[in-house]
């Protein structure tokens, strides 16, 4: 946006976000955890800015994030630099609870699994906001790719409370200036950049959980 609101919104613009997804794979593709991280902290940051009905899923996020950073400025945090050097370090030390909830059921493996799925939900969700019309409506949006992934990891108290939040939701434009990249055009450009980053940060991390079996840990 130009003029005077640009200036009030000066510290947020959603493409900053999305560009630490784009900083954490490195030249051999492996998936740099701090700025994955990073990248997940953008994100909360933008779902604080759309109202406290999100907090009870941005606590979740923070949470989670703030599990890996530990790990990350813990005494193993080289161990922690890329997903895949995490994965190797946890299995080869046993730091995973594989089956069930044992002594080990806040590892890096099974936090991450748990942003792992919520990407794949924000990779559709984005996908449909990208290609949505002037009327669409973000709730129907956001619920709809809710439904095709992360609701099937979710007790049905979860999936109710976030359908509530859901409808909480504000529509296109203004969820596009909460974003604050530019005009409509201006941001459905920038998710078609975006996207396809996001779907092979996905792409790399899914094959490596399923190539060690790691896709359902508890
Ligand atoms: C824009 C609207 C944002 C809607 C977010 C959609 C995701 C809905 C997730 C609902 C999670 C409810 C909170 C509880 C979750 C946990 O039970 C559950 C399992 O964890 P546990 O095994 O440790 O118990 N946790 C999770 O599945 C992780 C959820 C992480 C959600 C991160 C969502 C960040 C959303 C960022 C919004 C960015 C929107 C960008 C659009 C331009």
Redesign the pocket.
């Given at each position: 946006m130009a003029g005077p609101a640009a200036s009030e919104n000066q510290n947020f613009c959603?493409k900053d976000e999305l560009d630490a997804f784009k900083l954490c794979l490195s030249p051999n593709k492996e998936v740099i955890l701090e700025h994955y991280l990073a990248g997940w902290s953008g994100?909360?940051k933008?779902?604080n800015r759309?109202g406290n009905v999100?907090g009870?899923?941005s606590k979740?996020?923070s949470s989670?994030i703030q599990i890996l950073r530990n790990f990350l400025n813990g005494e193993s945090g080289s161990e922690y630099f890329t997903v895949q050097s995490m994965v190797k370090y946890e299995l080869e030390n046993k730091l995973v609870d594989l089956k069930k909830a044992g002594s080990h059921p806040e590892s890096g493996c099974r936090t991450l699994l748990?942003?792992h799925?919520?990407l794949r939900?924000?990779e559709l969700?984005?996908e449909r906001?990208r290609t949505s019309q002037e009327d669409g409506k973000t709730s129907a949006m956001?619920a709809e790719s809710?439904n095709e992934s992360?609701a099937q990891?979710?007790p049905w108290v979860?999936r109710k409370a976030?359908g509530l939040a859901f409808c909480m939701?504000p529509g296109r434009l203004a969820f596009f200036e909460v974003?604050n990249v530019g005009t409509p055009d201006q941001v459905v450009a920038m998710l078609g950049e975006a996207l396809p980053v996001v779907t092979e940060v996905y792409q790399i991390t899914q094959e490596l959980y399923a190539k060690h079996d790691l896709l359902d840990i508890p």
């Amino acid at each position: 946006m130009a003029g005077p609101a640009a200036s009030e919104n000066q510290n947020f613009c959603f493409k900053d976000e999305l560009d630490a997804f784009k900083l954490c794979l490195s030249p051999n593709k492996e998936v740099i955890l701090e700025h994955y991280l990073a990248g997940w902290s953008g994100l909360v940051k933008f779902l604080n800015r759309l109202g406290n009905v999100f907090g009870f899923i941005s606590k979740d996020a923070s949470s989670k994030i703030q599990i890996l950073r530990n790990f990350l400025n813990g005494e193993s945090g080289s161990e922690y630099f890329t997903v895949q050097s995490m994965v190797k370090y946890e299995l080869e030390n046993k730091l995973v609870d594989l089956k069930k909830a044992g002594s080990h059921p806040e590892s890096g493996c099974r936090t991450l699994l748990r942003l792992h799925r919520a990407l794949r939900w924000l990779e559709l969700f984005l996908e449909r906001l990208r290609t949505s019309q002037e009327d669409g409506k973000t709730s129907a949006m956001c619920a709809e790719s809710y439904n095709e992934s992360l609701a099937q990891f979710h007790p049905w108290v979860v999936r109710k409370a976030a359908g509530l939040a859901f409808c909480m939701l504000p529509g296109r434009l203004a969820f596009f200036e909460v974003m604050n990249v530019g005009t409509p055009d201006q941001v459905v450009a920038m998710l078609g950049e975006a996207l396809p980053v996001v779907t092979e940060v996905y792409q790399i991390t899914q094959e490596l959980y399923a190539k060690h079996d790691l896709l359902d840990i508890p």
